[in-house]
């Protein structure tokens, strides 16, 4: 049986790699540092990690924001081509359709991982509580306090 802890850090699996009662999807694109596409049961689907906010990348008029290929490059090497477990919590879509997730890959909690290294900030927090909440609030704070990414 699985069991996650806080490792002082980011939220890891204990014991199994894979997560009982959660989706297993591989990631088959990463669109930006907080939205990827997956293969979960046979459909492809983008889904926007939960309750994270990245920088942008250039798209439609909008210029690249500082550190958005930072985080565009962090979720490639970390997530490209992986298997990768979803936790939903909350809303299960946004208003874009995309699925709303957490993802743990390798055991650990990604969206965590990007708050930890500056490349995110806690944001659309729209229908609490929610489960990881407090968590991602101090995971943010380590970043600040490490002078990070976008808070460098």
């Given at each position: 049986?699985?069991?996650?802890?806080?490792?002082?850090?980011?939220?890891?699996?204990?014991?199994?790699?894979?997560?009982?009662?959660?989706?297993?999807?591989?990631?088959?694109?990463?669109?930006?540092?907080?939205?990827?596409?997956?293969?979960?049961?046979?459909?492809?689907?983008?889904?926007?990690?939960?309750?994270?906010?990245?920088?942008?990348?250039?798209?439609?008029?909008?210029?690249?924001?500082?550190?958005?290929?930072?985080?565009?490059?962090?979720?490639?090497?970390?997530?490209?081509?992986k298997t990768v477990q979803l936790e939903y919590d909350g809303p299960k879509y946004d208003t874009y359709g995309r699925?709303?997730?957490?993802?743990?890959?390798?055991?650990?909690?990604?969206?965590?991982?990007?708050?930890?290294?500056?490349?995110?900030?806690?944001?659309?927090?729209?229908?609490?509580?929610?489960?990881?909440?407090?968590?991602?609030?101090?995971?943010?704070?380590?970043?600040?306090?490490?002078?990070?990414?976008?808070?460098?």
């Amino acid at each position: 049986m699985s069991k996650i802890i806080d490792k002082g850090s980011t939220l890891t699996v204990l014991a199994e790699q894979e997560i009982p009662g959660l989706d297993t999807a591989t990631v088959t694109g990463v669109i930006d540092g907080d939205t990827i596409q997956v293969n979960v049961n046979g459909s492809e689907v983008d889904v926007r990690l939960l309750l994270i906010d990245s920088p942008e990348i250039a798209h439609y008029d909008n210029p690249t924001e500082p550190h958005g290929s930072d985080a565009i490059a962090f979720a490639s090497r970390v997530l490209a081509g992986k298997t990768v477990q979803l936790e939903y919590d909350g809303p299960k879509y946004d208003t874009y359709g995309r699925l709303l997730a957490y993802v743990w890959v390798s055991g650990k909690m990604f969206n965590q991982m990007l708050l930890e290294e500056g490349l995110a900030h806690v944001a659309y927090v729209i229908d609490p509580p929610y489960k990881y909440y407090d968590k991602y609030l101090l995971a943010q704070t380590r970043g600040k306090n490490a002078v990070k990414g976008i808070w460098g």
